[in-house]
């Protein structure tokens, strides 16, 4: 856990940053410069030292196990970008590529339900294309880019586009939680793997597998109120 969250940076970070001892470069230019990781309460504590993104010296990043969840939390965080810029940009892309990386520690098996078959996925697509052609009117253009935009918004509010609910079948989180906006445009963007998601059997007409419940919360990352303070 310690240097695995530098190590995979390029994976959970889209291949935007590179990882270094202690560090999160974008190029040659260090975005995050990190203390050494201090053992602390079941995960390791980092200062941080500065870097791009940070207008000092200040605050920390804690990764570990807490109630049987693993966990996230920056504290005491001094962002560079004003405090209005810093919620509505950095801290989405913040949570989205913790959240991967705490999902890539916890891996793909055990699934987090019976996985949907390749039959189960057709059918969902082949619905989902047909209404949006209609819907489209049979333009191609605007057909693609509705089906773009209802695929983000379905599994954003409930993991299940209208195919999906037919087929029997919802889209996750690894740790079986539900998908967040960001997740659900990654994974239609660059797939399952990389956003850290499934597609699962999930029953028909509100009938659930264990696919809907939650396994332990793993890849939940807290953001705690001050984060964004500056001191």
Known sequence: MRDLFFAGAREWSFGLLNGERWRLKAGPATVLRFGEPEPEAGGWRWSIEG?????????????????????????????????????????????????LFLLRLRGRSPAPGPLADAGRRELALAVDAGLCALAARGRLGRALLLAAA????????????????????????????????????????????????????????GLHSPADAALGGLGRVRSPANAASRR
């Open 150 to 205: 209802c695929h983000v918004v379905f599994w954003s509010i409930g993991g299940r586009t209208p195919g999906a609910r037919l087929a029997g079948i919802k889209l996750v989180a690894l740790d079986g939680s539900g998908v967040t906006p960001g997740q659900a445009l990654a994974r239609l963007l660059v797939g399952e793997e990389a956003s850290g998601t499934a597609l699962v059997e999930a029953g028909i007409g």
């Open 51 to 99: 870097g791009l993104l940070a207008s000092g010296r200040g605050g920390s990043l804690w990764i570990g196990w807490s109630q049987g969840r693993l966990l996230a939390r920056v504290e005491g965080y001094r962002p560079r970008l004003p405090a209005p810029a810093f919620e509505v940009f950095q801290v989405p892309v913040h949570h989205l590529t913790t959240r």
